[in-house]
């Protein structure tokens, strides 16, 4: 970490502290998977990097939290976005050296910029630093998932999920499969995963969706209606035309889009 000059080595040391306590608060709150806990998170990451506009780490995690923001559907600034990119691109000079923070911004551009080849660049890069990294893995699976390769995606999705079997957010990992299987068509193997990531995080609201457009395509209405109940029950502004502005680049070719867009609309989710 690059330390500021604020006078003596005893305060060199605090400074350098209290970056760290910002960023750990700051992932706290980005665990609990809210809107007040993400814009509590950026606020904390900000004041990090006040201290420290190097500390990858923190310029890492603010993409992250509008990352997972974007993903349930929230509204995402255009100012958030290009904020988001351009500190995911600082890491690639500032964090060359910490894998999971060129994984969490290599995600970040993948999934905002479709920069996807720079983000496999980055995580490649990661795991010559980290080979067993089940963070890079899982990054790994979602940038291919991104690029409509589903296979390539399961297998690096079941490489973390082997080299982390117990990871606290391995529902994440569930989310990937069943993402994965989806771009495939397999809508099935989607359900499944989806529902093995509700057991263990029923706040799930992207495995909710998932599970409602598969159970749509597989004319499993009942179901799908479920599914539609429980999304608007975690977010009552959700709207297709919300997500498609937010999120619909990231889901992949306009033909996999209007796969999803159908699924959305035939499980009963509101156009606007």
Known sequence: MRRLDVGSGRDLVAVDLEVFELYLRALAEAQKLTQSGWDAAVALLTRALAFDPDYAPAAALIGWCRVLQATIGAP???????????????????GKDQPDALCLAANTLSFFTGAHATAAGMIDHALMLNPNSALAWFFRGWVAAMQDQADPAIEAFQRAMRLSPLDPLRW???????????????????????????????????A????????????????????????????PAFTISGWQRTIGAFVGAPETLAMWVDGLRKAGLPEE
């Not at 255009?78 to 691109?89: G, M, N, R, W």
């Not at 998932?210 to 499993?220: G, Q």
């Open 76 to 94: 995402v600034s255009a100012f958030e976005i290009a904020e988001s990119a351009h500190l995911a691109t600082r890491v690639i000079e500032i």
């Open 172 to 206: 994440t990992f569930f989310v990937g499969m069943s993402f994965a299987n989806m771009k495939a068509r397999r809508f099935g193997e989607a359900i499944d995963w989806a529902d093995r990531s509700l057991r263990e995080q029923p706040r799930n609201a992207s």
């Open 208 to 235: 909710y969706r998932l599970k409602a457009v598969a159970c749509a395509h597989l004319d499993r209405a009942e179901e799908a209606r479920e599914c539609t109940r429980r999304v608007l029950e975690l977010q």
